[in-house]
């Protein structure tokens, strides 16, 4: 390949890919010719040869994708490579560095900024003209690093369009209060009319934004607003990430255009709200959000819940319960009658088990009826009532409601009182299937907490009939694993009390493209079943001792959820650290 100061072109790539053994002279030929009939293309070298999908002609024999052939130029032109990751790059720093008309002419892209120098993304490894040009006008040092020329073209648009938006709301709304320093000022603001939530600007911020968190599997977006600026986090894998800042006028236009988008009162910023909105992400599936906001002392913060039907309804097998445990739930819905309570902590994926299970349940010869607060997600096969306090409707009255309407299961959003607990053993003990949820760190617990609740031990002998704690963790990429040896004191502190082999290796995380460098992508339920025999119903007292009842559960093949975590671990699909993290310690139970 000529290395001159000039563009790259196709046949320059091939040929260099072949003199490097990297393709065969088969795929060069059959590229070459291809890509010659199909006349002048626009499209970058590296992307036209990336889309044929060649198989590399050398170890590893992966595919050559567009990203391993940018990389592989990378290291062939002695320039750093480098992928482009939205999350990590401030928006508005690296558009006022550069006019997007320079920075469209040469395809370079700003991707970090420094005290004294620049990193800039191109995709002409050869072609430096706009170097020496740049460091004279910004006086700053530049370094180049060579990046995915697809990456560059979509967030060249995507990066200088947000800018635009950002520029012009802040113009407009520059005379709105900013900095606030206390809550009296907060409650002030709330009568502030010059944030405008329809401006074109706000607007395009808000779509891009939300499409930006359906893109990055996002499942929360949190809007913070803080002294002088205001941040934008999502959660994806259960950990929150910065994403981008704001002027904090700016930020409440925002919040009002997706209040707006859900149907909340804009005017109201002193008491809490929350509303939901149904949209579609790029691909056209369809989405559903719940809001909530809440005042704090620099303003109203806003969350977004993001609930994927994809995602809520999947089966058992993608959620995590094994062979066994998914017939011991099947088992215990399918009975006509009883309680089933699914336990865990926010965020646990009680919502997504429940509405599973509710999908499997609701055929046409049966009637599903929930009460919640909120609905998490419209499911057209279920009768869905949302809990209303400010007209008196509360879970039990609810529940009191749907009783009147001949239900076959009932689904109770949380037992939060006695009176809602005794409402469920009602309609238990007049022949329907209730499930709900509680909060508790384990299976056992339950029983514990509807006995402090004021339940009498005898009505949940005869009601219940099983329980199921869970938790997500997030999982292994499968793109970067890799075998590492366990420490075996780690193991056994995980493990104790059980006597559970030690595995010779398991997988720990490494990070890739494919995870963000994070080393984990996805998450899987651990799951704790606990079934209600005639055994464990005796130990349900009033001086009920719940180690004893446990340690029954166990021998009566519940399996704990930290041992869960250890299959998992030996499986080679998430960590250690990951388990001991997620899931309560052991309590001294024997297996």
């Known amino acids: 390949m000529t290395r001159t100061a000039s563009r790259l072109t196709t046949d320059a790539l091939l040929a260099r890919l072949l003199e490097a053994g990297q393709i065969s002279r088969h795929d060069h030929d059959e590229t070459l010719t291809a890509l010659r009939m199909r006349g002048r293309n626009e499209q970058h070298p590296l992307a036209l040869v990336g ?3 060649l198989t590399r002609a050398c170890a590893p024999h992966d595919t050559l994708s567009v990203e391993t052939l940018t990389e592989w130029l990378a290291g062939d032109a002695g320039l750093p490579y480098f992928h482009i990751d939205p999350l990590k790059i401030d928006v508005s720093s690296v558009c006022n560095l550069v006019s997007h008309a320079y920075a469209t002419r040469f395809r370079i892209l700003p991707v970090a900024i420094r005290d ?8 002409e490894p050869y072609e430096s003209e706009w170097l020496s040009v740049l460091e004279q006008a910004l006086k700053i ?11 560059i073209v979509r967030y060249l648009a995507e990066f200088y369009s947000l800018a635009r938006s950002l520029k012009h709301a802040v113009a407009q709304h520059e005379g709105a209060q900013s900095g606030i320093g206390n809550f009296e000022q907060l409650v002030k603001l709330g009568s502030n009319k010059s944030l405008d939530a329809n401006d074109q600007a706000v607007i395009h911020i808000v779509d891009w ?13 949190h ?6 600026v205001c941040n934008v986090r999502f959660r994806i894998d259960g950990v929150m990430h910065l994403v981008y800042q704001t002027p904090v006028p700016v930020a409440a236009a925002i919040t009002n255009r997706i209040k707006l988008m859900g149907r909340m009162d804009v005017v109201e910023k002193r008491r809490p709200q929350d509303g939901r909105i149904k949209t579609q992400s790029g691909n056209g599936e369809e989405i559903e959000l719940r809001l909530s906001t809440m005042p704090t002392a620099f303003g109203e913060k806003l969350v977004l819940r993001i609930f994927n039907p994809d995602v809520l309804l999947k089966s058992f097998n993608d959620l995590g319960f094994s062979q066994s445990e998914t017939l011991r739930w099947r088992d215990m819905f399918s009975q006509p009658n009883g309680i089933i309570l699914v336990t865990g902590p926010t965020g646990s994926g009680k919502t997504t088990t429940l509405y599973s299970t509710l999908k499997e349940l609701a055929t046409p010869e049966v ?10 997600m419209v499911y057209p096969h279920l009768n869905q009532m949302q809990v209303q306090h400010n007209i008196g409707l509360d879970f039990a009255s609810g529940v009191r ?20 607990a005794e409402m469920a053993i009602q309609a238990a003990l007049t022949g329907h299937l209730v499930l709900s949820t509680l909060h508790t760190n384990d299976a056992p617990s339950a029983i514990t907490r509807l006995l402090d609740l004021g339940v009498p031990p005898y009505l949940i002998r005869s009601t219940l009939l099983g329980v199921l704690a869970q938790r997500l963790v997030r999982t292994l990429c499968p793109h970067c694993r890799k075998p590492q040896a366990i420490d075996e004191a780690d193991w056994n502190e995980l493990v104790a009390p059980w006597k559970s082999t030690l595995p010779t290796t398991a997988n720990g995380p490494v990070g890739c493209l494919e995870c963000r460098m994070t080393g984990y992508h996805g998450r899987v339920g651990l799951y704790e079943l606990m079934t209600l025999s005639p055994t464990l119903r005796q130990h349900i007292t009033p001086e009920m001792d719940l180690a004893r009842l446990r340690a029954q559960a166990v021998r009566e093949h519940m399996t704990p959820l930290r041992l869960a975590g250890a299959r998992q671990v030996a499986a080679g699909t998430t960590t250690i650290e990951e388990i001991a993290r997620s899931t309560p310690p052991a309590s001294g139970e024997a297996h």
């Open 141 to 151: 040092r530049i370094h180049r690093v060579l990046a995915n020329p697809t990456d």
């Open 401 to 420: 409601t749907l009783l009147r309407q001949d239900p076959d299961v009932i689904m109770v959003g949380e037992i939060r009182d006695l009176e809602t």
């Open 223 to 228: 809007i913070e607003p803080r002294r002088e």
């Open 209 to 221: 934004l939300l499409q930006y968190a359906f893109e990055q599997r996002a499942s929360d977006i």
């Open 367 to 376: 009637n599903v009826c929930t009460i919640e607060d909120p609905i998490e």
């Open 116 to 123: 004294n120098d620049v990193t800039i993304a191109t995709a």
């Open 51 to 53: 889309e044929r999908r």
